[in-house]
Structures are given as structure tokens and as C-alpha cells.
């Protein structure tokens, strides 16, 4: 039902667009986020998400570099990735979440950043 697209090979400080479409899912419904888990890591720590009234949660790593926006109507989800550092590589993941408990993750768009 998610459906990343975006990710790929960039050099530091380069610049890149992830992209969540979700035609089935109300936007207006779930709080909707990325996520991002790096190579031996289990867990899929937060990115940004955008909460209740529009109100942006964004990890301090990537305050100010990253960017989270949201088109309800279209059904998509952004990220916009500036500054890339190598330590920003991961496997990135679209999410949506309700207080019903739904959970609903995408497959994933892998980030690389490499000299």
C-alpha cells in the first residue's frame, strides 16, 4: 500500500527527493512518516513524521538538512534530503500509523552516500 521511490547512490553533500504514494490510505486519517534503518541494525528509528495539525517531528540528525512534506490529496509523502552525509545512508522506509493500531510499512528505498 506504500510506495517508496527515490533512493539511490549520492555523493556528500549532494541532495536527494524521496517520494510515499499511498492511493488506498487517507492521509488525513494516520500520521504519516519516514523511517530509516541502517545495516545491522534492527530497528528503524524516526526521521520525520508529520503529526496532528500539521505539526512536524523531525530527528535532530537531520534537523535542518531534511525537509518532510505532505499532499494529502495526492497521497504522497516527501523527503527532501539536503546535505547528505555518509552517515545518512540507510534503507529508508515510508510509514503510516493510527490509534487503532494499524501499521503499515513500505518496501523500503535504499540510500547511499559514498565518495
Known amino acids: 500500500q506504500l510506495v517508496e521511490s527515490g533512493g539511490g547512490l549520492v555523493e556528500p553533500g549532494t541532495s536527494l527527493r524521496l517520494s510515499c504514494v499511498a492511493t488506498s490510505i487517507d492521509f488525513r486519517r494516520f500520521t504519516m512518516g519516514w523511517y530509516r534503518q541502517t545495516p545491522g541494525n534492527q530497528r528503524r528509528e524516526l526521521v520525520a513524521r508529520v503529526l496532528d495539525g500539521g505539526v512536524i517531528d523531525i530527528a535532530d540528525s537531520v534537523r535542518g538538512r531534511f525537509a518532510i512534506s505532505i499532499d494529502a490529496d495526492k497521497h504522497t509523502l516527501d523527503l527532501q534530503m539536503n546535505s547528505l552525509k555518509p552517515e545518512d545512508a540507510a534503507v529508508y522506509f515510508c510509514?503510516?500509523?493510527?490509534?487503532?493500531?494499524?501499521?503499515?510499512w513500505g518496501q523500503g528505498t535504499r540510500v547511499t552516500v559514498s565518495s
Open positions: 510509514n503510516a500509523r493510527n490509534h487503532l493500531g494499524f501499521n503499515f
